[in-house]
């Protein structure tokens, strides 16, 4: 039987990241850092642990959980919640237009602090080793787990967007399904030139004077 170890490195490698695999400590985030500008603050994923063990919040996660009203139990639940996920059709998925549509867009909001860049095979990366590592489910911690940086940021501005558009499950669907960063909504040949903007989204007003200079 193929042992886990042979398996991680196996689904890297497809994934191209073998050399990650090659570093198995490497694959695990130790904080999660909040980025807004030049504000940044820090919450360490040992703590995220710790609140899934013991329902008890500690440091900065402890004081925003306060500042906002939630409850640490419930918060601890969410965090062991697992989702059972076939390992192969998922690394499939995640390889196809739609599925690279979804972590574009998601990469815009979560990707390594400083390879900003690589924030999508990263995000591939952690989902596809997080359910392998998991006994082919996958949990929050388990993704936090498989992500391979150690510092994970969170664009605040870009989550607050997200929030904000999708106020139902209909509207978040239909935030990935219109992402205007669908390269099958390009032109062949078009020398890497961006996809026009969506139907409802303001356009820059065409500059009138141009042809008469």
Do not use: C, W
């Not at 198995?24 to 904080?31: K, R, S």
């Not at 690279?100 to 989902?127: D, H, T």
């Amino acid at each position: 039987m193929i042992s886990l170890r042979i398996q991680r490195r196996f689904l890297a490698a497809a994934l191209g990241l073998s050399l990650v695999a090659s570093t198995p400590a490497a694959l695990a985030a130790e904080n999660i850092v909040f980025v807004s500008g030049a504000f940044r603050r820090s919450i360490p994923v040992a703590d995220l642990e710790h609140l899934a063990a013991t329902g008890q919040a500690r440091g900065l996660l402890g004081d925003v959980m306060r500042f906002s009203g939630q409850n640490p139990s419930e918060v601890a639940k969410l965090l062991k919640a697992s989702l059972s996920l076939p390992v192969v059709t998922v690394s499939r998925l995640l390889n196809t237009s739609i599925g690279e549509r979804i972590l574009e867009r998601l990469s815009s909001i979560v990707f390594p602090l400083n390879a900003r860049q690589v924030g999508l095979p990263a995000l591939r990366s952690a989902v596809v080793l997080g359910i392998a590592d998991n006994n082919g489910s996958l949990s929050p911690l388990s993704f936090l787990q498989s992500y391979p940086s150690q510092e994970l940021a969170v664009s605040l501005p870009a989550l607050l967007a997200l929030m904000q558009k999708a106020s139902s499950v209909a509207d978040l669907v239909r935030f990935f399904s219109e992402s205007p960063l669908d390269l099958s909504s390009r032109e062949p040949g078009s020398d890497g030139q961006a996809a026009p903007l969506p139907k409802d989204s303001t356009a820059p007003p065409k500059d009138v004077g141009a042809g008469s200079r």
